[in-house]
Nanobody, 123 residues
């Protein structure tokens, strides 16, 4: 499965954005999907993941209570609703998939990386 993130943009502190991750391939519904981000000069880090069954969302501590991950298997799409955005959320956001648990947060355990989408939060 190959994934592509979209929906980034420029937003003020406290604002909201919804990112979309669209997959190609017929096996999308059998994969957990994760969102990751990479800020300038930093390593790529885990943000959120969701199992193939829409259950068991997993969030990084830094985004809990502000971000929500959801998926629509009929549309081969996973969403990341981001509320109460902060300048430290500024990064390129990527999505990727894996077969298995969404509680795995290592970049190397995910596949199907596409181009990311840039989110910039101004202060």
């Amino acid at each position: 499965v190959q994934l592509q993130a979209s929906g980034g943009g420029l937003v003020q502190t406290g604002g909201s954005l919804r990112l979309s991750c669209t997959a190609s391939g017929r096996t999308f519904s059998s994969h957990a999907v994760g969102w990751f981000r990479q800020a300038p000069g930093k390593e790529r880090e885990f943000v959120a993941a969701l199992s193939r069954s829409h259950l068991n969302p997993n969030y990084a501590e830094s985004v809990k209570g502000r971000f929500t991950i959801a998926r629509d298997n009929a549309k081969n799409t996973v969403y990341l609703q981001m509320n109460s955005l902060k300048p430290e959320d500024t990064a390129v956001y990527y999505c990727a998939a894996r077969v298995g648990s969404p509680y795995v947060t290592s970049v190397s355990d995910y596949n199907g990386w596409g181009q990311g989408t840039l989110v910039t939060v101004s202060s």
